[in-house]
């Protein structure tokens, strides 16, 4: 017969947000609803500790977990019922990854119904979300550097559509 140990259930906040982020670390898959739950926990903390008390240097030290972390965690809880609705039959929570979750909720919104088709529109739409994300999470130079690359593409691109309009006569 084997005994089973059990640590106590932590009751400090930001030593449940740490053993959970912990545990998000270590698994592949199954992320989802852990994530949701450290972000419920999150946003209770926020709560609690007030306006300015609740910064990058106190999740690192308390939480050991990073700002941006955190607010992907919260986002995730904030948006619970929208990441279910969205969820096809045959996808699951314990199989989603939490950067599924994100995209479900970054994809379009569409008020057309089942069935509706993506538009390019609807896909650039939500391309030009991310690469905005992404670029929030930058450094100034690095940050800076990447826009204006990305920039003189998208540039490029419309010089060879604008070249290929047919000439009025």
Request: glycine share 6%.
């Amino acid at each position: 017969m084997s005994t089973t140990i059990t640590s106590p259930a932590p009751t400090d906040l930001a030593t449940r947000i740490k053993l959970g982020h912990i545990e998000i670390v270590q698994s592949e898959k199954g992320n989802v609803r852990k994530a949701i739950m450290v972000g419920e926990l999150l946003n209770q903390l926020k709560e609690e500790r007030g306006h300015g008390n609740f910064d990058a240097a106190y999740l690192k030290e308390q939480c050991q977990l990073e700002e941006r972390t955190a607010q992907r965690y919260m986002k995730l809880a904030k948006n619970k019922e929208q990441i279910e609705a969205r969820l096809v039959k045959s996808d699951t929570m314990s199989e989603m990854t939490i950067n599924g979750a994100l995209a479900l909720l970054r994809s379009p919104k569409s008020g057309k119904g089942k069935g509706h088709k993506v538009t390019a529109s609807d896909t650039y739409d939500t391309i030009q979300t991310m690469l905005v994300e992404k670029l929030e999470t930058l450094e100034f130079p690095e940050a800076e550097a990447a826009s204006a690359e990305t920039i003189r593409k998208l540039n490029k691109i419309v010089e060879i559509k604008r070249s290929a309009i047919p000439k009025a006569a």
